[in-house]
T-cell receptor
Framework: DAKTTQPPSMDCAEGRAANLPCNHSTISGNEYVYWYRQIHSQGPQYIIHGLKNNETNEMASLIITEDRKSSTLILPHATLRDTAVYYCIGLNDYKLSFGAGTTVTVRA | EAGVTQSPTHLIKTRGQQATLRCSPI?????VYWYQQALGLGLQFLLW???????NRGNFPPRFSGRQFPNYSSELNVNALELEDSALYLCASSLGQRTCNEQFFGPGTRLTVL
């Protein structure tokens, strides 16, 4: 499984786009990049995933670099309820291994 | 450039006492965050100060309080200490001006309540 590296903590402005980076330089060709988040006292929540192309859904956008060594999760309009720990994960063989993630605090 | 500093490194108190923890942010940083990391758990957000004011607080009782001084340093006070307050208390600072800012952490204060 690819080792992912994320900043341990970030704070973002409410109402603005929140860009959360992730490095996964050892990702293999068939490994998907998944993003989950965990709000305090709740289980992890799926956000988005992608392989090569940029992806967008109702929650977020995922930008994956052409060499696939890094990606950025974009929350288009951060709200206070987006305060959570965000995990960037390489998925292979249906196994999810959560790292430390980025603790994101959205400020008013 | 000096990083975030915290004092004391270790603090031992007994139940019912008060603890005061201190944090000095990186020069130029106006935002200070406090987190609690209990054994085996992730970072739990406690308090956020910016420009001298409390901007947000986590899901902790009122006996956890603090303040930010004009030089942007900060104090965390924990009153009526309970055994479960034993944890590593981390302070982080950020620029607080851009849309998203990386927070830089200090080494922490290990609080032990006996």
């Amino acid at each position: 499984d690819a080792k992912t590296t994320q900043p341990p903590s970030m704070d973002c402005a409410e109402g603005r786009a929140a860009n959360l980076p992730c490095n996964h330089s050892t990702i293999s060709g068939n490994e998907y990049v998944y993003w989950y988040r965990q709000i305090h006292s709740q289980g992890p929540q799926y956000i988005i995933h992608g392989l090569k192309n940029n992806e967008t859904n109702e929650m977020a956008s995922l930008i994956i670099t052409e060499d696939r060594k890094s990606s950025t999760l974009i929350l288009p309009h951060a709200t206070l309820r987006d305060t959570a720990v965000y995990y960037c994960i390489g998925l292979n063989d249906y196994k999810l291994s959560f790292g430390a993630g980025t603790t994101v605090t959205v400020r008013a | 450039e000096a990083g975030v500093t915290q004092s004391p490194t270790h603090l031992i108190k007994t139940r019912g006492q008060q603890a005061t923890l201190r944090c000095s942010p990186i020069s130029g940083h106006t935002s200070v965050y406090w987190y609690q990391q209990a054994l085996g758990l992730g970072l739990q957000f406690l308090l956020w100060y910016d420009e001298g004011e409390e901007r947000n607080r986590g899901n902790f009782p009122p006996r956890f309080s603090g303040r930010q001084f004009p030089n942007y340093s900060s104090e965390l006070n924990v009153n009526a200490l309970e055994l479960e307050d034993s944890a590593l208390y981390l302070c982080a600072s950020s620029l607080g001006q851009r849309t998203c800012n990386e927070q830089f952490f200090g080494p922490g204060t290990r609080l032990t309540v006996l």
